[in-house]
C-alpha cells in the first residue's frame, strides 16, 4: 500500500491545539503497517472519552471540547483516521473501504489502548466507524454520544444535499478542505482555523481519503457494508448502553437520523436529548463548549 505523510512543519502554529501527538503502527491490512496518530488530555486513570471525527477534518475539529471534557475529570482520546490528521494517507482510491476504516480504529482502541469502560462521541464518519464499534464490541463501551451522525444501511434513500456533497468532493480538480469545513458551518472561522483544517494535505496527492469517504457509505441494499449495517442496527436498538443524541439545529445532511435514534435505540429513551442552536454540520466548530457540556450531564 503506497502511503503519504504529511511533514511535521505544516502542523506549526495550528491556534488553540497544543496537544502533543502521540503515534502507534497498526497493519494496514496489505501487508504492511500504518502509522495512526492521536491526542489525549485529562486523567491517564480515568473512564475514557472516544472522539472520533469525520469526513474531511481531524482531532482539530475537538479543540474546543478536549478542555470542558479534561476539565470536568475525563480522559479524552481524539484519534485522526487514516488518511487525515497526522495519520499516514494511502494514496489510492481504492486503498480505502468501510471494512479497513473500521478495523484500524478498532485496533487502535483496543488492541493499542486497551479502552474499557469507553464512552462514544461520534460525528459524520465517526459515527459510522464508532457505532460499528459500538455493536461488534459492546463489552468496551458504558455510553455513546451520536452527534450529526447516521448509520446507513443502504435501504433508505441519501438526501439530495448528500448527493451534491459527494460529486463536488470527488470532482473538484482541487479540493478546499477548510472551505468544505466551513460550508458545513453555520458560524464563520478565522483564517487560521481554515488553515488548520488545510494542514492535513499540502497538495491533492495527499487527499485519497476525503475524495473516497463519500462513496464508502452505502447507498443500495447490496452495497457490501450493508450486511454489517443492518447487524449494527439490530444490535444498537436492542441495546441497554445509555445513547445520547445530541444533533445540532442545522444539519441537511445527518438531521433527519435524530428522531430515528431517539425513537428506534432502546438506550435512547428516558434521557433529555439536547438540540444544539444555531450550529451546522461541524456542530464542533460552531458550538463545542455547548455540546461538551451536555456530555458532561449526560456522564454525570
Same mark, same amino acid.
Given at each position: 500500500?503506497?502511503?503519504?505523510?504529511?511533514?511535521?512543519?505544516?502542523?506549526?502554529?495550528?491556534?488553540?491545539?497544543?496537544?502533543?501527538?502521540?503515534?502507534?503502527?497498526?497493519?494496514?491490512?496489505?501487508?504492511?503497517?500504518?502509522?495512526?496518530?492521536?491526542? &489525549?488530555?485529562?486523567?491517564?486513570?480515568?473512564? @475514557?472519552?472516544?472522539?472520533?471525527?469525520?469526513?474531511?477534518?481531524?482531532?482539530?475539529?475537538?479543540?474546543?471540547?478536549?478542555?470542558?471534557?479534561?476539565?470536568?475529570?475525563?480522559?479524552?482520546?481524539? @484519534?485522526?483516521?487514516?488518511?487525515?490528521?497526522?495519520?499516514?494517507?494511502?494514496?489510492?482510491?481504492?486503498?480505502?473501504?468501510?471494512?479497513?476504516?473500521?478495523?484500524?480504529?478498532?485496533?487502535?482502541?483496543?488492541?493499542?489502548?486497551?479502552?474499557?469502560?469507553?464512552?462514544?462521541?461520534?460525528?459524520?464518519?465517526?459515527?459510522?466507524?464508532?457505532?460499528?464499534?459500538?455493536?461488534?464490541?459492546?463489552?468496551?463501551?458504558?455510553?455513546?454520544?451520536?452527534?450529526?451522525?447516521?448509520?446507513?444501511?443502504?435501504?433508505?434513500?441519501?438526501?439530495?444535499?448528500?448527493?451534491?456533497?459527494?460529486?463536488?468532493?470527488?470532482?473538484?480538480?482541487?479540493?478546499?478542505?477548510?472551505?468544505?469545513?466551513?460550508?458545513?458551518?453555520?458560524?464563520?472561522?478565522?483564517?487560521?482555523?481554515?488553515?488548520?483544517?488545510?494542514?492535513?494535505?499540502?497538495?491533492?496527492?495527499?487527499?485519497?481519503?476525503?475524495?473516497?469517504?463519500?462513496?464508502?457509505?452505502?447507498?443500495?441494499?447490496?452495497?457490501?457494508?450493508?450486511?454489517?449495517?443492518?447487524?449494527?442496527?439490530?444490535?444498537?436498538?436492542?441495546?441497554?448502553?445509555?445513547?445520547?443524541?445530541?444533533?445540532?439545529?442545522?444539519?441537511?445532511?445527518?438531521?433527519?437520523?435524530?428522531?430515528?435514534?431517539?425513537?428506534?435505540?432502546?438506550?435512547? &429513551?428516558?434521557?433529555?436529548?439536547?438540540?444544539?442552536?444555531?450550529?451546522?454540520?461541524?456542530?464542533?466548530?460552531?458550538?463545542?463548549?455547548?455540546?461538551?457540556?451536555?456530555?458532561?450531564?449526560?456522564?454525570?
Amino acid at each position: 500500500m503506497q502511503t503519504l505523510r504529511t511533514p511535521d512543519e505544516r502542523f506549526a502554529g495550528i491556534p488553540e491545539f497544543p496537544y502533543p501527538p502521540r503515534y502507534s503502527d497498526v497493519p494496514d491490512s496489505d501487508g504492511g503497517t500504518l502509522r495512526m496518530a492521536w491526542v &489525549q488530555d485529562g486523567p491517564a486513570d480515568a473512564d @475514557p472519552i472516544l472522539m472520533l471525527h469525520g469526513e474531511p477534518s481531524w482531532s482539530f475539529l475537538y479543540r474546543k471540547m478536549i478542555p470542558v471534557l479534561a476539565g470536568a475529570g475525563h480522559r479524552v482520546v481524539c @484519534p485522526d483516521l487514516v488518511g487525515f490528521g497526522r495519520s499516514d494517507k494511502p494514496a489510492r482510491l481504492e486503498d480505502h473501504t468501510y471494512a479497513r476504516h473500521v478495523e484500524w480504529v478498532r485496533t487502535l482502541a483496543f488492541d493499542v489502548l486497551d479502552l474499557q469502560r469507553v464512552t462514544l462521541v461520534g460525528q459524520d464518519w465517526g459515527g459510522l466507524i464508532g457505532l460499528r464499534l459500538a455493536a461488534e464490541h459492546p463489552d468496551r463501551f458504558s455510553r455513546i454520544v451520536v452527534a450529526n451522525t447516521g448509520l446507513p444501511t443502504g435501504d433508505i434513500p441519501m438526501p439530495k444535499v448528500w448527493w451534491r456533497f459527494r460529486e463536488a468532493i470527488q470532482n473538484q480538480p482541487e479540493l478546499d478542505i477548510g472551505g468544505f469545513v466551513q460550508s458545513g458551518c453555520r458560524r464563520p472561522m478565522s483564517h487560521a482555523v481554515r488553515a488548520g483544517y488545510d494542514a492535513p494535505f499540502p497538495d491533492d496527492s495527499y487527499c485519497a481519503a476525503p475524495r473516497a469517504m463519500p462513496g464508502l457509505i452505502p447507498t443500495s441494499p447490496d452495497d457490501p457494508a450493508t450486511p454489517a449495517q443492518r447487524s449494527a442496527w439490530a444490535a444498537l436498538c436492542a441495546s441497554e448502553t445509555p445513547m445520547l443524541v445530541a444533533f445540532s439545529d442545522g444539519d441537511p445532511i445527518t438531521g433527519a437520523m435524530a428522531p430515528i435514534f431517539q425513537r428506534e435505540m432502546r438506550g435512547a &429513551q428516558g434521557i433529555e436529548h439536547p438540540v444544539i442552536h444555531d450550529a451546522g454540520h461541524f456542530l464542533q466548530e460552531d458550538a463545542g463548549e455547548e455540546l461538551a457540556g451536555h456530555i458532561v450531564d449526560f456522564l454525570r
